[in-house]
Every structure is written in C-alpha cells, then in structure tokens.
C-alpha cells in the first residue's frame, strides 16, 4: 500500500480510472444488450441473442445460422466477427496493462520508464481496439433501426475511463 501512497495525483487518478474501466468493459462485453430493438423486443449482444416476448425470454448464442439472417450486403459474419474480435483485442490489451500498472503502482522498484511506456501504448491499443469494435457493431445495426443499448453504453464508458487514464499516464511520463 505504500507504493500507492507515495505515487503521483496522476497515477492514482489512471490506476483508479483503469480499474473502473476494465470493470465496466468486462460488464459490457458479457451482457446482451449491445443494440436493442423494441418492437419485437430484441437484444443483440456480441455473444448473445435475447428475444422477449410476452412475460418469456429466450436466449440464444450467436452461430452462423443467426448471422446468415443477420445478413447486410453479403457480409454479416464479416462485420460481426470482426466486432468481436476487436473487442476481445481490447479486452486482453486492457488487462495486461492492468496487470503492469498494478505492478507499476504497487512495486516501488518496477517504476521504470519502459514500463510506463509499455502501459501507456498498451491502453492506446485498448481504447482503439474497443472504437473500431463498437463503431463497427453500432453501424451495422443503426442502418437496420436498432438503438445502443446499455451493454454497449458501458463499453462505451469504459474507453472513456481508458482514455482518460491513458492522458494521467502522459502527465506522470512527463513529470
């Protein structure tokens, strides 16, 4: 805890903010509601399928079977799977530099340049990989007359909490 206590207003505020983010990008990714459609009650997610109807809900796994009727222009496994994909880059960008910043904060004789550097491109990664995953997703079903849900709300947060707490990890660099 001594490590946290001696760093920087800078480095509080990004590890505090990181922390926030994966938390709420982790919610955004597992849930169902990416894009929402409400007559017929149907939510999108980027693994999952939920359709209401009534009192009962169903859910469903995303397979080529749901893409194919999913299809725009020839190409809906395409711009899905490349959703996901930039997603999960996202994700698993965002948690090593969880992982280092952690390390980073609590371990007075880690606190080395490179390192912070390495954090930093790190979630400058995160945050470009979550946008290109997000904009192609809501694209795709903005042209259909799907709305943002709040799974994609969080998700949308989240690279905000990132990004602001990859410009504290600039001010600490330039300290």
Known sequence: MA??????????IAFI?????????VIGFATVAWMSYDHPQLDYGLWKTRYCSGRQCQETEVDNRLLRTLQL???AKDWYRASQVMECFGLVCMLIALILLFVFVFA?????????????ALI???????IIGISVFATKFEN??????????LAIASAIFAFVSDIMLVLELKK
Not at 124 to 130: E, H, N, P, R
């Open 17 to 25: 903010g990181l922390c926030l983010a994966s938390v709420l990008f």
């Open 3 to 12: 490590g946290f206590l001696s760093s920087s207003i800078w480095l509080k």
């Open 73 to 75: 222009d020839g190409q």
């Open 124 to 130: 400058f990664a995160a945050v470009v990989f979550m």
């Open 108 to 120: 007075e004789s880690c606190r080395r340049r490179n390192i912070l550097i390495a954090i930093i």
């Open 144 to 153: 259909r007359g799907g709305s943002v849900g709040w799974s994609m709300g």
